[in-house]
């Protein structure tokens, strides 16, 4: 394994931090990207990892992802993301109680205190409420679930994405009412993204793998429920991914069967050469981190400014959406390229040097 100075210089993160718990073994990953906008923010995702390595492979993407995520949604702020390693992978860990549960979110929320300020997070696929309470314990840069929070990020990532994917459907030629979207996840983000589709005259196929959820969307939103390999084999006008990421690789492009691609989840493309794909066949993608930034403009401008962001600032991830794919569509080049060089160009415009809290004085 390269040591922790070549991994800093070779992925270019400002920071990454391995944290273990040694009464229960529980094991968590804190990444810092860069900082030369503002300070970090990221949420903590807890799920089975196939040993440390892919924990790390997978805190990097995410946190890097937020860098641009933040530059493309215009928010002074930078990337940072946190992973729980869950029990059997990291098979020290005695799970069963929930006692190692808990000393994971409580071990980095006393790191994420510790930083000052430096990083915020908040929550990810795998974290409950509950669980963000226990982090909010111990540190007060956590975006916490309840009152004294800044509110229902599944609802703003929701409205996001809903503006990005009407921007999207025009593009491909077409509006809402009547399109054939297939949502693949109905979780925190994509039950409500199917509402609003819904209730805006959208005709919805489902895929999800829990059958009380969808019973619930045939029923609420007269949704078709498809099992969960028919996903990406559906033909329909607009697929909505908002499980988890890599879910298209170059088989999964050449092959879906949708006009437009737009929906919640990180890292969506597998690599560059899916994106390719996709486009050569001109099939619009809206890029999922400038998509899926609802929660991440009201999180952070909430913990930044004081006040929540009034709702038309989360409807101008449509505008940059639009943008993006006009631009796409004149240069010739995948709209996640384009977006992640114009983010790559805002970070670098930024002034040199990490963002460093300033300390408060010492208690006299
Ligand atoms: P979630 O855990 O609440 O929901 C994910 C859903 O996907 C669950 O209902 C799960 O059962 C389902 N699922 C799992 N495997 C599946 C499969 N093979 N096929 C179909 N469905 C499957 O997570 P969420 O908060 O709704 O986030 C969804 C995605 O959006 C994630 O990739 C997340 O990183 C991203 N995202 C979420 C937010 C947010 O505010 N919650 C913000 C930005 C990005």
């Keep these: 394994m390269a040591t922790s100075e070549e991994m800093l210089q070779r992925t270019g993160f400002e920071q990454v931090q391995f944290l273990r718990d040694p009464a229960t073994g529980v094991r968590a990953i804190v990444a810092v990207h860069d900082t030369r906008r ?42 940072g993301k946190t992973v729980i390693l869950a029990a059997p992978d990291a098979d020290d860990v005695p799970d069963a109680d929930g006692a190692a549960r808990a000393a994971g979110y409580a071990l980095v929320g006393r790191y994420v205190e510790e930083m000052g300020g430096r990083y915020f997070t908040g929550p990810d696929v795998g974290t409950t409420d509950d669980d963000l309470r226990l982090v909010c314990r111990q540190t007060r840069y956590c975006a916490s679930p309840d009152a004294d929070g800044p509110g229902d990020l599944g609802d703003s990532t929701a409205q996001g994405v809903f503006a990005a994917l009407v921007a999207t459907a025009a593009h491909a030629g077409r509006g809402i009412d009547g399109l054939h979207v297939v949502v693949q996840g109905l979780g925190a983000v994509g039950f409500r993204l199917a509402r609003l589709l819904r209730a805006a005259g959208a005709r919805l196929s489902v895929a999800e793998p829990s059958a009380a959820t969808c019973e619930r969307a045939a ?20 697929f909505a991914p908002c499980a988890l990421g890599s879910v298209l690789d170059v088989a999964a492009a050449r092959a879906l069967p949708a ?10 493309l597998a690599d560059e050469a899916a994106g390719a794909a996709l486009h050569a066949r001109g099939i619009p993608v809206a890029p999922d981190f400038v998509a899926n930034a609802g929660a991440l403009i009201h999180g952070a401008l909430w913990h930044l400014t004081g006040t929540a962001p009034p709702p038309e600032r989360i409807d101008r991830i449509g505008d940059t959406v639009r943008e993006l794919l006009a631009r796409s569509r004149r240069d010739d080049v995948p709209p996640g390229a384009l977006a992640l060089d114009l983010a790559r160009q805002r970070v670098d415009a930024a002034p040199p040097g990490p963002f460093l809290p300033r300390r408060r004085p010492a208690a006299t």
């Design 38 to 79: 503002g300070p970090a923010f990221g949420g903590i995702r807890r799920r089975r990892y196939d040993g440390l390595g892919a924990a790390l492979a997978d805190v990097l993407a995410l946190a890097a992802a937020m860098t641009w995520k933040c530059a493309l949604a215009d928010v002074p702020a930078g990337g």
């Design 219 to 238: 029923a609420e939103l007269g949704a078709t429920v498809l099992p969960l390999a028919a996903a990406l084999r559906t033909p329909c006008d607009l």
């Design 259 to 268: 006009l437009a691609v737009c929906g919640a989840a990180n890292n969506v």
